[in-house]
């Protein structure tokens, strides 16, 4: 698989700012440890943050255009 620059700076970007807007609504907003009472686990509620994170993403970088 052969990396495109154009397609890798845009899902960069993408990834820094959705990971900035998750990281203000967690630990500013909703507040990570109220996310682990509701879940119970805190390994489930970190996993579904990263993936929440990485999974639009790597989306991006599919569908951007070379």
Sequence with gaps: ???K???IIASAIFF???AGFLIFIVD???KFQTL???V???AVVEI???LIVL???LVVYKFTKE
Excluded: E, H, I, N
Aim: with cysteine; charged share 20%; glycine share 8%.
């Design 48 to 50: 579904a943050l990263w």
């Design 55 to 57: 999974l639009p993403a």
């Design 36 to 38: 682990v009472d509701y």
């Design 40 to 42: 119970g686990s805190y």
């Design 16 to 18: 820094l700012c959705w």
């Design 28 to 30: 500013g907003v909703v």
């Design 5 to 7: 620059k154009r397609k």
């Design 1 to 3: 698989m052969k990396l």
